[in-house]
């Protein structure tokens, strides 16, 4: 799917948009609803599903869990966990939704702020 701000699916999503459409069209029973919000947003409403809060605690994510990145200090992009160390996200207009490792963003600069499990 391409990338589109604003976007919450199925042709066009942006980060936090993707993480609503795939929580809201999944056959899963989330701790509480997915909220369509900004990553900021998904951080107030759940953070106390918090099961990690730095790059180091990648290790303990499971697949489908959220996982929040922060650039210069605040939150700015959102992604699920698919597990052995990548995600899927709508990474940016050029790229759409792709599936990508955590330490590619880490390296860049993009740092992983918290990590939410609202699946068991």
Same mark, same amino acid.
């Given at each position: 799917?391409? $990338?589109? #701000? ?15 459409? &795939? $929580?809201? @069209? #999944?056959?899963? +029973?989330? +701790? ?7 990553? #900021? ?6 953070? =106390? $599903?918090? /099961?990690?809060?730095?790059? +180091?605690?990648?290790?303990?994510? =499971?697949? !489908?869990?959220? /996982?929040?990145?922060? *650039?210069?200090?605040?939150? !700015?992009? #959102? ?12 990474? @940016?207009?050029? +790229? ?12 860049? !600069?993009? *740092? &992983?702020?918290?990590?939410? *499990? /609202? /699946?068991?």
């Amino acid at each position: 799917a391409a $990338y589109r #701000a604003g976007g919450e699916g199925p042709r066009a999503f942006d980060c936090s948009g993707f993480v609503y459409w &795939v $929580y809201n @069209n #999944a056959d899963v +029973k989330p +701790k509480k609803k997915i909220k369509r919000t900004s990553s #900021a947003g998904l951080y107030h409403s759940l953070k =106390k $599903y918090k /099961v990690g809060s730095s790059y +180091k605690s990648v290790k303990r994510a =499971k697949a !489908g869990d959220i /996982v929040l990145f922060t *650039r210069g200090g605040s939150y !700015g992009h #959102a992604a699920i966990y698919a597990g052995k160390g990548r995600i899927i996200h709508a990474a @940016n207009p050029r +790229k759409g939704v792709i599936s990508q490792s955590i330490k590619q963003l880490h390296d860049s !600069g993009t *740092r &992983v702020a918290t990590i939410v *499990r /609202v /699946v068991d």
